[in-house]
């Protein structure tokens, strides 16, 4: 039986574990290609053993351009293109884990902030860059990016997110006449992954709650390009944009 994603080609950051993981295991069994991105080398490696030979693992910094230049490269060159990029690679912060809350910008190490801002937004910014020419020599694709989960508020964080939605939105303008849906997905709360502790996943949904957004976020029509969705009865609803122009 084919599957929604049969004969395309994804490239998933941040998918050695957690939500990049469940993005590119679920993507594989409706029939794409998937390239691993990630700098977790031991786990990347684990995900595309368990996915097989329809998976690519590239061991990938995405605050490095040449890093995310190569892993582009290399999916184009293994599997023939690209036609999906999600970039959900981040550093996210947990405190309703029971883990200490991230720094108040008055105590926080420039080199703290910094991170956090070359990851989530540097990284989006890098892969979406070079991942576009390859999507757009296809004719058109997707690119989705990833809104914060509810409830994970620290400033270095919600600064990053609430900037790739924007950065959404404009780059969605760019690419309109090249066929590429650019959107940025909201999982509406906050998800336990394989990491958190027994009592949080007991507590809260794990990535496989977020399957479905995903695969519809990767066949939107064009006219949700520069929106962020989430799910709703099995379709995507867009949320109010942040930014009005004239």
């Known amino acids: 039986m084919a599957g929604s994603l049969d004969g395309r080609v994804a490239v998933v950051t941040g998918s050695a574990k957690g939500i990049g993981r469940m993005v590119a295991t679920t993507f594989a069994r409706e029939g794409a290609r998937v390239v691993l991105a ?41 599997f023939g293109g690209i036609d999906i990029l999600v970039n959900d690679a981040g550093i996210v912060p947990h405190f309703n884990w029971g883990v200490p809350k991230w720094p108040r910008v008055r105590d926080m190490e420039h080199a703290f902030w910094q991170r956090v801002q070359e990851v989530n937004l540097g990284g989006t910014f890098l892969c979406t860059k070079h991942a576009l020419p390859y999507i757009e020599r296809r004719g058109g694709g997707h690119v989705i990016n990833l809104h914060g989960g509810g409830g994970l508020y620290s400033v270095a964080y919600t600064t990053t997110k609430e900037a790739i939605r924007v950065f959404t939105q404009y780059v969605a303008d760019e690419e309109r006449d090249a066929n590429v849906c ?7 709360g906050a998800i336990a992954t394989e990491d958190a502790p027994e009592e949080a996943r007991r507590r809260l949904p794990g990535p496989e709650s977020l399957a479905d957004l995903f695969l519809e976020a990767a066949q939107a029509p064009m006219d949700l390009s520069g929106q962020t969705v ?16 004239s």
Do not use: K
């Open 182 to 188: 650019v959107i940025c997905v909201s999982p509406g």
């Open 38 to 78: 990630d700098v977790d080398e031991a786990r990347l490696h684990d995900t595309a053993r368990e996915i097989g030979s329809a998976a690519l693992a590239v061991p990938t910094d995405v605050r490095s351009e040449d890093q995310v230049r190569s892993a582009m490269a290399r999916a184009a060159e293994r």
């Open 230 to 245: 989430r799910l709703v009865d099995g379709q995507l609803h867009p949320l109010p944009l942040i930014v009005q122009r």
